[in-house]
């Protein structure tokens, strides 16, 4: 009986795989909702992404051509797939994520914030919006020449999202494993900020005044960070 049961549910499972005509043509919709929000967000990287758009309506369309439910269900998820493979838009798609992600680990440490570790979060709260302006200075001041060029830039920005995080996550388990632990979290033994690192948590110099211009050997400047617009 398990064993009729066990082949039951492989053929539920196998099934669920099979691309259909209505869901493809849905997740197609969905992505180009998503390339024409990115162009509008990241016009720097419009080129690129219209060259993609343009790639995957082409194999999407192939669909029309072919007879079979089967056959135009699997070209159109083709399609689909050309989409979510692109480098660009999958590292912009991350960059996205990042942004929530850092968002919200700041909500959690400000709801964490008390006098004994003040100072600690105010610096890590700074440092984390320095690495998070400036990956969006990155993106907004990026002239990328080539597409290797736009995936570079975008992966800049997504690693100082990931500082950002990563200094989040540091002060946030520090307070934590504070508040259970008697003796921890006192002055003495708070952790004092290296002078030789800066509010965001790297050793590198501040990012310059000049506009970023997209490749590997400028920096981005400090703006108020607008959400990644």
């Known amino acids: 009986m398990k064993y009729y049961c066990f082949l039951i549910l492989i053929v539920f499972i196998l099934a669920g795989c099979q691309p259909s005509v209505k869901n493809e043509t849905y997740a197609f919709k969905k992505n180009q909702q998503k390339i024409d929000e990115y162009m509008n ?13 343009k790639k995957a309506t082409d194999v999407f369309e192939q669909s029309s051509t072919l007879e079979e439910e089967k056959d135009k269900a699997l070209k159109m998820r083709e399609a689909n797939r050309l989409i979510q493979n692109d480098k660009l838009f999958s590292k912009i798609q991350t960059y996205e994520k990042k942004i929530i992600d850092t968002e919200r ?8 914030n008390n006098d004994k570790y003040r100072t600690r979060i105010q610096t890590t709260l700074e440092g984390s919006l320095d690495n998070m302006n400036n990956a969006n200075n990155i993106l907004h001041y990026s002239r990328p020449l080539n597409y290797n060029d736009a995936v570079y830039d975008v992966e800049k920005a997504v690693d ?41 948590g790297s050793r590198d110099a501040r990012a310059t005044e000049e506009p970023y211009q997209g490749g590997r050997e400028q920096t981005a400047t400090e703006e108020p960070y607008e959400g990644g617009r």
């Not at 967000?41 to 758009?53: D, G, V």
């Not at 700041?106 to 964490?112: G, P, Q, S, Y």
């Open 105 to 112: 680990k700041r909500e959690d440490l400000r709801v964490l």
């Open 160 to 200: 100082l999202l990931l500082r950002a995080e990563s200094l989040l996550d540091e002060t946030i388990k520090y307070i934590k494993t504070a508040e259970r632990t008697p003796g921890v979290g006192n002055s003495s033994d708070n952790p004092q900020i290296d002078d030789s690192m800066d509010s965001d």
């Open 41 to 53: 967000t990241y016009p720097s990287f419009k080129q690129f992404l219209n060259e993609l758009i």
